[in-house]
T-cell receptor, first 117, second 113 residues
Framework: DTEVTQTPKHLVMGMTNKKSLKCEQH?????MYWYKQKAKKPPELMFV???????INESVPSRFSPECPNSSLLNLHLHALQPEDSALYLC????????????????FGEGSRLTVL | AQSVSQHNHHVILSEAASLELGCNYS??????LFWYVQYPGQHLQLLLK??????LVKGIKGFEAEFIKSKFSFNLRKPSVQWSDTAEYFC???????????FGKGTRLHILP
């Protein structure tokens, strides 16, 4: 079992809908990540939050909007998505590079499988 | 920009065969290196990691990897594979200064019983 919890596990939405993906971890990690994974492809980095501040945005379209309300929670708000955005969205956490004990080891959730119709 | 290359995209082996999966990275500075595994229908999990020290690292389930700095490589090995090793294997790299972790394209390993 993973210590990173993602909800919902499955989501189907239309192109005009607004929905959110949620992620929670209680390992005290101060870095949290969103990755996108298409079938038979590697995870692609989307966003990184370090100490609740957005530290990395890999040129992700604005129809994806991340939010980190506190050190345990990470959201991904979705609006006006396209069918090609259908994928498995993975949340991960790790110790932050700023902590001095940075290992870069990621702890992944099981993902939210998104289908855009 | 850092990058990770995995040379084998799909590997098919029989049980008890030896395994070596290649991984090369491009960053010339200090790096942390990882192998992650994704079993069918399961989430990504860490197989092993290298930060510093002994370049030969041992992970779970009998896997090991060797960091060769001069070759920018971090190849994954297992002397004798099992059917349960069927999975996708990803090499990943992190520059030891920020939170960015980049994955290689993955190697799909299929073990024949």
């Amino acid at each position: 079992d993973t210590e990173v919890t993602q909800t919902p596990k499955h989501l189907v939405m239309g192109m005009t809908n607004k929905k959110s993906l949620k992620c929670e971890q209680h390992m005290g990690h101060r870095a949290m990540y969103w990755y996108k994974q298409k079938a038979k492809k590697p995870p692609e980095l989307m966003f990184v939050y370090s100490y609740e501040k957005l530290s990395i945005n890999e040129s992700v379209p604005s129809r994806f909007s991340p939010e980190c309300p506190n050190s345990s929670l990470l959201n991904l708000h979705l609006h006006a998505l396209q069918p090609e955005d259908s994928a498995l969205y993975l949340c991960a956490s790790s110790q932050s590079a700023n902590e001095g004990r940075h290992t870069g080891e990621l702890f992944f959730g099981e993902g939210s499988r998104l289908t855009v119709l | 920009a850092q990058s990770v290359s995995q040379h084998n995209h799909h590997v098919i082996l029989s049980e008890a065969a030896s395994l070596e999966l290649g991984c090369n990275y491009s960053y010339g500075g200090t790096v942390n290196l990882f192998w992650y595994v994704q079993y069918p229908g399961q989430h990504l999990q860490l197989l092993l990691k290298y930060f510093s020290g002994d370049p030969l690292v041992k992970g779970i389930k009998g896997f090991e990897a060797e960091f060769i700095k001069s070759k920018f490589s971090f190849n994954l090995r297992k002397p004798s594979v099992q059917w349960s090793d069927t999975a996708e294997y990803f090499c990943a790299v992190n520059e030891n200064r920020d939170d960015k972790i980049i994955f290689g394209k993955g190697t799909r390993l299929h073990i024949l019983p």
